[in-house]
């Protein structure tokens, strides 16, 4: 695992050395909050995106109503089998109500399943790409169930229509909320009901996310260098963060970590 700290951002290439997903949570809490000074809020980002501006849509409904003919759409309570039945029986009997004929539904289902998909209509493919695709993606807040909305809201401090990151804004973004997560129980609870691959800012309490003394992007990345995790450290003060943040991440990672640079 190695700190580089001669690039801009410094990059903390972690590989899997950590853990991948829940293995690794409690120590990404940790790492996150060694950047934490007093009177500083650690500000999570959360992006809402416009469905309608999705410029990968048309292959998504395409994708999603072939994996849905093909059985690898999870659906443990059969709620989005339940709305292709219907868009089923409304393609092919718009006049009549579907739960009126609950056999002629599961008939419709089983012919559907066993068509080749390449014969099947193109306009029917399209209606149910877009209700599985619909159901399946999560594309705001509001889609999400009500304790993540409460989670988020309750600690909303900010909302900016600005793209935080070095890569070029994306087009279906709405704006993105930034909501306060002080403690590790908070954090913990951020990365289980909305995402730990997080993007976060370190922020002097009371100030704007563009004025912030550390910014914090964790993803996962594959190439030739380096494959695994990686978390980005842009810091407004680098001074502070070789005098204050280094010795504690040496000190929570160990003989684990190499410093280059």
């Known amino acids: 695992m190695k700190l580089i700290v001669n690039t801009s951002p410094f990059r903390l290439e972690q590989g899997y050395d950590l853990g991948y997903g829940p293995s690794v949570y409690d120590t990404m809490a940790e790492v996150i909050l060694a950047f934490q000074n007093p009177n500083e809020d650690i500000l999570f980002s959360y992006a809402n995106w416009d469905t309608e501006l999705d410029p990968h849509k048309d292959y998504f409904i395409q994708e999603s109503a072939c994996s849905f003919h093909f059985g690898i759409i999870h659906d443990p309570d059969q709620a989005i089998a339940q709305k ?23 008939e419709l289902m089983t012919q559907f399943k066993e068509t080749p998909f390449t014969e099947l ?13 619909e159901m399946q993606t999560i594309y705001a807040l509001e889609d999400r169930d009500e304790k993540t909305q409460s989670f988020v809201n309750h600690r909303l401090v900010d909302t900016t229509s600005t793209w935080p990151l070095s890569n070029d804004r994306p087009v279906n973004l709405k704006n993105i909320l930034w909501y306060r997560a ?60 070789k005098d204050t943040v280094l010795p504690r991440l040496i000190g929570l990672l160990g003989d684990k970590l190499e410093v280059v640079g």
């Open 84 to 106: 292709v039945k219907e868009v089923l029986w409304h393609h092919y009997e718009p006049k009549c109500e579907p739960k009126s004929n609950m056999a002629l539904l599961d």
């Open 182 to 241: 002080n403690t590790k129980e908070e954090i913990l609870r951020s990365f289980d009901l909305t995402d730990w691959w997080f993007t976060c800012a370190i922020v002097t309490r009371n100030t704007t996310v563009e004025n912030f003394n550390y910014f914090l992007d964790y993803t996962e990345e594959h190439g030739e260098e380096h494959d695994g995790m990686v978390l980005y450290i842009t810091a407004s003060k680098k001074m502070h963060f």
């Open 121 to 133: 209509n193109e306009e029917l493919i399209r209606k149910i790409g877009t209700t599985v695709h």
